[in-house]
């Protein structure tokens, strides 16, 4: 994130390279800096003439490279934008001879997404000596939380650890659909809010009282009432809350019981980031450590195992959610 602000900060004092090329498996950052360099490098009078969007399935590297050697129309500058470049991959290094001497008043912006340039390749030094390459990578689970507070942070707002929990629970590391949900947020609520799970339930839909998270702290407390009031709910709703998810779910929650059980050091500091859990839920996994015994949390996973195998109809005759969800409870408790 850091490196995505020092290029808009760049592009903002006038430093501005002559190729971009944002590449890699996180397309959120790529589209926000693309977006970016499109609504801010040219004025709005100047985009009519100047500004080319391109899309790499429709068009060759000679149809950029022509496009990128045009001069600009009344203006200082023109910019040329290749969306969805990845699919201009097998002819890339036909950019090589335009990356060596890339004309001064371009602005070339490749958009390549899920993909990465080899950075020993010619073309790759070449841009990154002439231009700009950067790379977009994935967020691990365990840091899309603070994602997701430095950037409602950014924009007036603070996040329940509950909320912020649920988020990444329903949400994954997708920044794109985390970002489109917290912009729903911010349209609704007013700034210096701090959004909590109420709010998470209702202007996102995520049940507050009846989610994998919920299961999760009812399991690890050996709340029998609670956690089968939750599977009724999940069989009732199986759209919402598939069977693949909740086992996949519960299973990472075992694991990492079972690895928490592993640790000498039960230091919060030291065991949260090992865990990838936010320390603020550690009293969870601490209860749960009370609960099931190293053995116990063994025997679990392996039933787990089982469970998500059936949940995929092998070797059970598809078996509907609710005989699963029971199935899985009954082996957790017993």
Known sequence: MDEVVKIINDIKGGNIK????????????????????EQNVLQEHERDFNQTILYGRDITMD????????????????????REAQDLSRTIDALESYAENPQPTTVLVFAYKYKTLDKRKKVTKLIDKHGLVFESKKLYENQVGTWISRV?????YTIEPKANAMLVEFLGNDLSKISNELTKLEII?????????K?????????????????????????????????????????????VVTTSLVFSFFVKLLKYHGIKDKNPKTVAPMLGVSPFFLKDYDLALKNYPM????????????????????????LPNHDLLKEMLVKIFN
């Open 18 to 37: 002559p190729i971009y090329f944002f590449m890699g498996d996180e397309p959120y950052y790529i589209d926000k800096l693309t977006e970016y360099i």
């Open 63 to 82: 149809d950029v490279v022509g496009s990128a050697k045009r001069y600009p129309m009344m203006a200082d500058r023109q910019v040329v934008i290749v």
């Open 152 to 156: 409602l942070q950014g924009k007036g």
């Open 189 to 197: 609520l007013p700034k210096g809010h701090t959004i909590s799970a």
């Open 199 to 243: 709010d998470i339930e209702v202007n996102i839909g995520f049940s507050k009282d009846f989610n994998v998270f919920e299961l999760q702290n009812a399991l690890g407390a050996r709340n029998q009432v609670k956690a089968y009031q939750i599977a009724q709910y999940f069989a009732d709703n199986p759209k919402d809350n598939p069977m």
């Open 295 to 318: 053995r116990k949390v063994s025997a679990i996973i392996a039933a787990l195992r089982d469970i998500d195998v059936k949940s995929k109809g092998v070797g059970a005759n598809a």
